[in-house]
């Protein structure tokens, strides 16, 4: 049984930063692709971070390049995302995913959410102005 559980969320001030975490269970963590992605209300769920099982691949949504770091430490089975420079347009609630293998499937990188096979209960992030 997989389970992803994130934590870190909260309210900031625009401009400010937050470091949320998601850490994993019953899997074989060091082997999967895992993302990031959020979903404000009344919006569609986006990919915000990939990060390949060994971390030498990782990609970012243009709207937070730049301003997020994604990483892992395999040996604790733990995902992070650091988020700086907050925006209000930031707000949302972020989820932490994983799928099985590579995260580049049949010369296409994974960025959809049904890409991925697990996902957490997510962490709310709000940026006020």
């Known amino acids: 049984q997989v389970q992803l559980v994130e934590s870190g969320g909260g309210s900031v001030q625009a401009g400010g930063s937050l470091r949320l975490s998601c850490a994993a269970s019953?899997?074989?963590?060091?082997?999967?692709?895992m993302a990031w992605f959020r979903q404000a209300p009344g919006e569609a769920r986006e990919a915000v971070a990939v990060i390949s099982s060994g971390s030498t691949t990782t990609y970012y949504a243009d709207s937070v390049k730049g301003r997020f770091t994604v990483s892992r430490d395999n040996a604790k089975n733990m995902l992070y995302l650091q988020m700086n420079s907050l925006k209000p347009q930031d707000t949302a609630m972020y989820y932490c995913s994983a799928a099985r293998g590579a995260c580049a499937v049949n010369g296409r990188r994974r960025w959809r959410h049904d890409d991925f096979d697990y996902w957490g209960q997510g962490t709310q992030v709000t940026v006020s102005s």
């Open positions: 019953g899997v074989t963590y060091f082997t999967f692709c």
